[in-house]
């Protein structure tokens, strides 16, 4: 199963949730990222550290998959 079949199947409950988590989380750590405003660096490495986490929880959790073929892994 290729990357794009595989991000195209149905996912299950619990990584659905996952993935909206990870997209909330990549929104806030843009959002801080790109306020208008001086933020102190703390705040601005905290706000790269959830842009980054989110996008890696999305990504993930859209790659897992509920059709698991084990015939395609070997």
Do not use: C, E, H, W
Not at 4 to 32: D, Q, S
Not at 44 to 58: C, E, H, N, R
């Amino acid at each position: 199963m290729n990357i794009v079949k595989r991000a195209k199947t149905p996912l299950p409950k619990f990584f659905k949730v996952l993935r909206n988590i990870g997209l909330a989380l990549a929104a806030v750590g843009g959002t801080v990222l790109t306020a208008p405003i001086a933020l102190p660096v703390v705040i601005s490495t905290i706000g790269g550290y959830l842009a980054v986490a989110g996008g890696v929880l999305s990504v993930v959790s859209q790659l897992t998959s509920l059709n698991d073929d084990l015939d395609a892994i070997q």
